[in-house]
């Protein structure tokens, strides 16, 4: 549905044509996202975008660039993982310096899509319309949050495959990183749809003087023994792998929007980790 035909339905609702949405939740197939985004902005109406920013890096770019055309505008994506609990704890350990060297870490996500969760959404399985398969589409969030802890990727290689005979896609279901970041940290990443379980997303952090691992919470085991654990907040609907921030993020975007600055989880933001993805595809080309 495009952004006009959203308009009409919600001013027949509340029964004005001179009304408009002052947000729009964009949640659509991704190929759709930034046409609607950017239409959005360009009527002066406030924009929350699902991830990823665009199904490819080329629709982030025009994203980018009407962001910046209209910055009366707020536009957030909705990378939520960046507020759990976990990882918010992780981050401020990791950059007060206190656990000394950060050597790197390793990440997984080990999920399970039946064939019907493409058949009965088709663009799913699609490339063209959707950018991809399991990195795009479950494990951004986790290639995000390797980033957003370890440091800016500077260096990567990585390879995808379609192992499950039963899924019917052209897209990939498996796939697996080396990634350098800037600083001199490495991580490795191996993501998956053909899990017999969707468990619990896993990241470990290994430094000088701690190792951090994120899995349903924080435990953080220091090099003395000690063990400190932060429990994550649990959601209180939906899947409990996806994990309870999204209302945080939602709850944040509308308290921020008075604010003159943009929102911190942005398109240039959003388009970090969908260049991580992009690069990967490209190296299997």
Same mark, same amino acid.
């Given at each position: 549905m495009h952004l006009a035909a959203i308009e009409k339905l919600g001013a027949e609702l509340v029964g004005g044509l001179d009304d408009r949405p002052d947000v729009v @939740?964009?949640?659509?197939?991704?190929?759709?996202? /930034?046409?609607? +985004?950017? =239409?959005?902005?360009?009527?002066? !109406?406030?924009?929350?975008?699902?991830?990823?920013?665009? @199904?490819?890096?080329?629709?982030?770019?025009?994203? /980018?660039?009407? +962001?910046? =055309?209209?910055?009366?505008?707020? !536009?957030?994506?909705?990378?939520?993982?960046?507020?759990?609990?976990?990882?918010?704890?992780?981050?401020?350990?990791?950059?007060?310096?206190?656990?000394?060297?950060?050597?790197?870490?390793?990440?997984?996500?080990?999920?399970?899509?039946?064939?019907?969760?493409?058949?009965s959404k088709p663009w799913r399985g699609i490339k063209a319309r959707s950018g991809g398969g399991v990195l795009i589409n479950q494990a951004i969030h986790t290639l995000d949050l390797l980033e957003w802890l370890l440091g800016d990727v500077v260096g990567l290689t990585g390879h995808t495959g379609r192992y499950d005979p039963e899924l019917k896609i052209d897209v990939e279901d498996t796939a697996h990183a080396r990634l350098e970041h800037a600083g001199g940290a490495r991580s490795v990443f191996f993501a998956t749809v053909t899990n017999v379980a969707d468990t619990p997303v896993t990241i470990e952090i290994n430094t000088e003087r701690a190792t951090l691992l994120i899995r349903d919470g924080l435990t953080i085991r220091h090099a003395d023994g000690r063990v400190e654990?932060?429990?994550?907040?649990?959601?209180?609907?939906?899947?409990?792998?996806?994990?309870?921030?999204?209302?945080?993020?939602?709850?944040?975007?509308?308290?921020?929007?008075?604010?003159?600055?943009?929102?911190?989880?942005?398109?240039?933001?959003?388009?970090?980790?969908?260049?991580l993805v992009s690069e990967i595809y490209r190296l299997n080309t």
């Open positions: @939740h964009i949640c659509t197939p991704h190929d759709q996202h /930034v046409p609607i +985004a950017i =239409e959005a902005l360009e009527r002066g !109406i406030h924009v929350l975008l699902e991830k990823p920013v665009a @199904h490819t890096v080329e629709e982030a770019a025009k994203l /980018v660039v009407a +962001a910046s =055309e209209h910055p009366a505008q707020r !536009i957030g994506i909705c990378l939520q993982n960046r507020y759990n609990r976990s990882s918010q704890a992780a981050r401020d350990l990791l950059s007060s310096g206190s656990l000394g060297r950060i050597y790197g870490g390793s990440a997984t996500v080990l999920w399970h899509r039946e064939p019907n969760y493409y058949s654990t932060i429990s994550e907040q649990q959601p209180s609907a939906g899947r409990a792998y996806w994990g309870a921030s999204h209302e945080a993020l939602i709850a944040d975007f509308y308290r921020t929007l008075i604010n003159p600055e943009p929102f911190w989880i942005g398109p240039e933001e959003g388009r970090k980790s969908l260049h």
